[in-house]
């Protein structure tokens, strides 16, 4: 075993650390700067075991990880999914070999940088409505204002689904991510019965499309006509599909947009900057986006058997955690990790995670993100956080700043 790995039982773990590894709902990534916590963890403790399994904090472990064919994405023996709110393996993310390329080879070009371009003037557009509803106000709660229900209407638009179904989908999107309990199998068993539900609700989607036209632009159209080696989809393989896409279209892209709005709030010389040189949105978001890392971690990943990684031993059966935060405050891979630097050479961070199951609607992420940031500081002369107010962070599993009171001057 190499030196560097430390043997800590969890109930010895930091809070910290307990919320990375195991979602533990303390509070402790409830701040402002969590990337600090990511560095000391990965300074002191770069690969830990502990009675479950082991954690991996530095990009080159990650990535080796991210890429191994002996970690899988699902429960090996049982075949379930955990943390998505249903006991099927969702497709692509809970889906490994040959089965998940093929999925990949489907899904990956309906998410091309040249096909989301074509939806940046739409996008545009809808924010811009949303700004609509508080620029004459010249302040706005921007979480529940802005990041929040911007892309979700973005999503409904380009996924297909009727535009009264988003309430729902949102209510059961959070029930899911951000299920209570004590222990991950407690949050686990609140979560399904969550996903019940919206999984009860896309079969009826998927027969309503059916038995109408299945033509159209949208995702679901698309889903409804693949085929795989000449065989169309089951309306299981579309549920699943459709339950991944309402997770992670509902629920990302809110977070990160809050999580870069409140940190150049918070700095002006860096905000003034980007407001003045629209060409810096693009790395300013990846540069936050590497600091920020919103979505910090995998969720889990199972050993079908005795591997190494880098040689550290993986032993059949393990849990396997995957820290993408982490690796993105690496000094091995990023100089000055903990200071932004707009125009970064080089910047591979993996905030979209790292390997096979790397995010495949990164693309779309990026544009909504540049959209919506630059849409925002087209419409708003200058801006900060509300004086007497602090912004208020909220780590469940997706770091957001859930509380957001900005004033601004508008143009």
């Known amino acids: 075993m190499r030196d560097d790995v430390k043997v800590v039982p969890y109930a010895d773990m930091s809070p910290e650390l307990r919320a990375m590894i195991a979602y533990e709902g303390n509070h402790a990534l409830d701040t402002q700067c969590p990337y600090n916590d990511f560095a000391r963890v990965q300074r002191e403790t770069?690969?830990?075991?502990?009675?479950?399994?082991?954690?991996?904090?530095?990009?080159?472990?990650?990535?080796?990880?991210?890429?191994?064919?002996?970690?899988?994405?699902?429960?090996?023996?049982?075949?379930?999914?955990?943390?998505?709110?249903?006991?099927?393996?969702?497709?692509?993310?809970?889906?490994?070999?040959?089965?998940?390329?093929?999925?990949?080879?489907?899904?990956?070009?309906?998410?091309?940088?040249?096909?989301?371009?074509?939806?940046?003037?739409?996008?545009?557009?809808?924010?811009?409505?949303?700004?609509?509803?508080?620029?004459?106000?010249?302040?706005v709660e921007f979480f529940s204002e802005f990041a929040d229900p911007l892309p979700a209407r973005m999503f409904m638009q380009l996924f297909g689904a009727p535009a009264e179904d988003l309430a729902f989908f949102v209510e059961r999107k959070d029930a899911i991510?951000?299920?209570?309990?004590?222990?991950?199998?407690?949050?686990?068993?609140?979560?399904?019965?969550?996903?019940?539900?919206?999984?009860?609700?896309?079969?009826?989607?998927?027969?309503?499309?059916?038995?109408?036209?299945?033509?159209?632009?949208?995702?679901?159209?698309?889903?409804?006509?693949?085929?795989?080696?000449?065989?169309?989809?089951?309306?299981?393989?579309?549920?699943?599909?459709?339950?991944?896409?309402?997770?992670?279209?509902?629920?990302?892209?809110?977070?990160?947009?809050?999580?870069?709005?409140?940190?150049?709030?918070?700095?002006?010389?860096?905000?003034?900057?980007?407001?003045?040189?629209?060409?810096?949105?693009?790395?300013?978001?990846?540069?936050?986006?590497?600091?920020?890392?919103?979505?910090?971690?995998?969720?889990?990943?199972?050993?079908?058997?005795?591997?190494?990684?880098?040689?550290?031993?993986?032993?059949?059966?393990?849990?396997?955690?995957?820290?993408?935060g982490a690796g993105n405050v690496d000094p091995a891979v990023f100089t000055d990790p903990l200071t932004v630097d707009f125009h970064r050479e080089a910047n591979r961070h993996i905030a979209f995670a790292a390997g096979r199951h790397r995010c495949l609607g990164s693309h779309l992420a990026r544009l909504e993100l540049r959209c919506a940031i630059d849409q925002f500081h087209r419409r708003v002369a200058d801006y900060e956080i509300a004086p007497g107010e602090e912004v208020q962070y909220k780590f469940e599993g997706v770091r957001h700043a859930s509380h957001l009171p900005l004033v601004f001057t508008p143009r």
């Open 177 to 324: 991510l951000k299920a209570e309990g004590a222990t991950m199998q407690e949050r686990e068993v609140v979560g399904r019965a969550a996903g019940d539900g919206l999984r009860a609700r896309l079969r009826e989607i998927v027969a309503e499309r059916r038995s109408g036209a299945a033509d159209g632009s949208d995702l679901i159209a698309e889903f409804l006509t693949w085929e795989i080696d000449g065989d169309r989809l089951t309306d299981d393989d579309i549920v699943n599909i459709m339950h991944l896409f309402v997770i992670a279209g509902l629920d990302t892209v809110a977070s990160t947009i809050s999580c870069l709005i409140a940190w150049l709030a918070g700095h002006p010389e860096e905000r003034h900057r980007v407001m003045a040189d629209p060409a810096l949105v693009a790395p300013m978001v990846e540069e936050l986006m590497r600091l920020e890392s919103p979505v910090p971690s995998s969720g889990v990943r199972w050993a079908i058997e005795d591997c190494e990684i880098n040689g550290v031993p993986v032993n059949k059966g393990e849990m396997v955690y995957l820290c993408w």
């Open 46 to 139: 770069p690969v830990v075991r502990w009675e479950m399994g082991v954690g991996f904090f530095t990009m080159a472990d990650i990535v080796a990880a991210g890429n191994h064919p002996s970690l899988v994405s699902a429960e090996p023996n049982s075949g379930e999914a955990f943390g998505m709110g249903s006991a099927e393996p969702l497709i692509p993310l809970h889906i490994d070999g040959d089965l998940h390329r093929r999925y990949r080879k489907l899904i990956d070009p309906l998410l091309a940088p040249r096909k989301v371009a074509g939806l940046e003037e739409g996008f545009r557009q809808m924010t811009d409505e949303i700004i609509d509803g508080f620029i004459d106000r010249g302040r």
